[in-house]
T-cell receptor, first 114, second 111 residues
Framework: KAGVTQTPRYLIKTRGQQVTLSCSPI?????VSWYQQTPGQGLQFLFE???????NKGNFPGRFSGRQFSNSRSEMNVSTLELGDSALYLC?????????????FGEGSRLTVL | SQQGEEDPQALSIQEGENATMNCSYK?????LQWYRQNSGRGLVHLIL?????REKHSGRLRVTLDTSKKSSSLLITASRAADTASYFC???????????FGKGTTLSVSS
């Protein structure tokens, strides 16, 4: 079955702009998590959605937001982009509803902010 | 914030040697997982060990868990050049529905 799909794979934005990233989970998975990966901070948890509800949120400013649709697809948005938002954004889906089991990751969206 | 911390940060070995990576965490867990990431790619799940398990094997991988010391180790036996990657431990935290990753160990296996 198809894996986790993230679009776009690469994008370049300028400071002050906003960006929307999309994630299609594995069919049947209802949990979607988002992570930001940078060389300095490593993998930082952004948020986790399950059945259209945000169940958990990491320590990021309000400029970072997300949502999940009824078909489990998820989007995350970053507004008023800053240079420090340049990162690989990873989405992962899971088939478990409670304590996180195995996460299936997409290939990521690499965002460069100029 | 990081829940798990891997040690060492970087490891270089020759093909055929064993590689051992350690992970320490701070709070109680339900399970601990190890993932692998090839440069710039998504992460791939390697193994999950539950808090009531002490050791688990999967092919050339052996994972141990010591909940009293809040630590885990990942052993890769007979390493190959293709094992070159970053390895991360992850634990459930924050009400148990989020997986929190450490900063990883970068393994380089030369032939």
């Amino acid at each position: 079955k198809a894996g986790v799909t993230q679009t776009p794979r690469y994008l370049i934005k300028t400071r002050g702009q906003q960006v929307t990233l999309s994630c299609s989970p594995i069919s049947g998975h209802r949990s979607v998590s988002w992570y930001q990966q940078t060389p300095g901070q490593g993998l930082q948890f952004l948020f986790e959605y399950f059945s259209e509800t945000q169940r958990n949120k990491g320590n990021f400013p309000g400029r970072f937001s997300g949502r999940q649709f009824s078909n489990s697809r998820s989007e995350m948005n970053v507004s008023t982009l800053e240079l420090g938002d340049s990162a690989l954004y990873l989405c992962a889906s899971s088939g478990t509803s409670g304590s996180p089991g195995e996460l299936f990751f997409g290939e990521g969206s690499r965002l460069t902010v100029l | 914030s990081q829940q798990g911390e891997e040690d060492p940060q970087a490891l270089s070995i020759q093909e055929g040697e064993n590689a051992t990576m350690n992970c320490s965490y701070k709070t109680s867990i339900n399970n601990l997982q190890w993932y692998r990431q090839n440069s710039g790619r998504g992460l791939v799940h390697l193994i999950l060990i539950r808090s009531n398990e002490r050791e688990k094997h999967s092919g050339r991988l052996r994972v141990t868990l010591d909940t009293s010391k809040k630590s885990s180790s990942l052993l890769i036996t007979a390493s190959r050049a293709a094992d070159t990657a970053s390895y991360f431990c992850a634990t459930d935290a924050q009400a148990g529905t989020a997986l929190i990753f450490g900063k990883g160990t970068t393994l380089s296996v030369s032939s």
